[in-house]
């Protein structure tokens, strides 16, 4: 729902964000405010009613705002975690085809360094974009074919390709993961309930009887929260996009060890 926040700089939709709940709140008090409070005017100690109300509501509604910013902050952590897994393994495993017999080994390396340098160049910015990245699938079948064709001939040999293999299952695993979260996000339909939340939470303090300037200052402040609230959930629901993302810093610096070697 909040696509378009990633390709703009984020204090940016994040002030846009709150000037829309607070202009909502602001724009609703003059106009919406007089219309529903004429349900309520003769309700004896309106505020009270009325807070109780809210106090309840609330509790709901800050538990599920609670709960989504958890479970985004919770996503965006293991996406972070397979990414560096992933790097982990792509090294361990570039370290242990470079025991493998000349020229074997050294076109295995060359196949991961391509594979390496392919996942910055060109999968990151796919990835930033919501797409998910499919040639890194061609290099790590080009890469699996030649590790498949190796006959260990000694035992020394036959230990450090069954790890070789080992370590590229690995890989393997944590490069689906990574795949699997460039698309995840919150369900849609979690998104309709935390905006409906809100906007009942701002009708209910229409409800109250009070200043009019009194009304501006506290709801404004509570509408600005509320906005903070979603475009935090919004920035972190996927972890690959926008400024708040995932950065290939762990693909780098292992790159960068490649190219020394």
Not at 38 to 61: E, I, M, P, R, W
Not at 65 to 86: C, K, P, R
Request: net charge negative; proline share 5%.
């Amino acid at each position: 729902m909040f696509f378009w926040i990633y390709d703009i700089s984020s204090p940016v939709p994040a002030a846009g964000m709150i000037a829309l709940f607070v202009g909502s709140y602001w724009a609703g008090a003059i106009v919406v405010r007089p219309v529903l409070r004429q349900f309520v005017k003769h309700t004896a100690a309106c505020n009270d009613v009325v807070g109780y109300v809210l106090s309840c509501f609330c509790v709901f509604y800050g538990l599920l705002l609670g709960l989504i910013a958890v479970t985004a902050y919770q996503n965006y952590s293991q996406a972070e975690a397979n990414v560096t897994h992933e790097a982990a393994a792509l090294s361990a495993l570039y370290e242990d085809v470079g025991q493998y017999p000349a020229p074997l080994g050294q076109n295995l390396r060359w196949l991961l360094r391509d594979y390496t340098r392919y996942v910055i160049k060109y999968a990151w910015p796919l990835q930033r974009r919501g797409i998910v990245p499919v040639e890194g699938t061609i290099r790590a079948q080009a890469f699996e074919e030649q590790l498949l064709a190796f006959q260990p001939q000694t035992p020394a040999e036959e230990i450090l390709h069954a790890e070789a293999l080992r370590q590229f299952n690995t890989f393997l695993e944590a490069r689906r993961m990574r795949l699997f979260t460039v698309t995840s996000s919150i369900p849609a339909v979690m998104w309709y309930v935390v905006i409906l939340g809100a906007l009942i939470t701002i009708a209910m303090v229409w409800l109250f009887d009070m200043k009019f300037v009194t009304h501006l200052l506290l709801g404004g402040l509570l509408s600005a929260y509320l906005g903070t609230m979603i475009f935090l959930i919004a920035a972190m629901d996927n972890p690959f996009r926008g400024e708040v993302s995932i950065e290939p810093e762990a693909f780098e610096t292992l790159y960068a060890h490649m190219v020394e070697e």
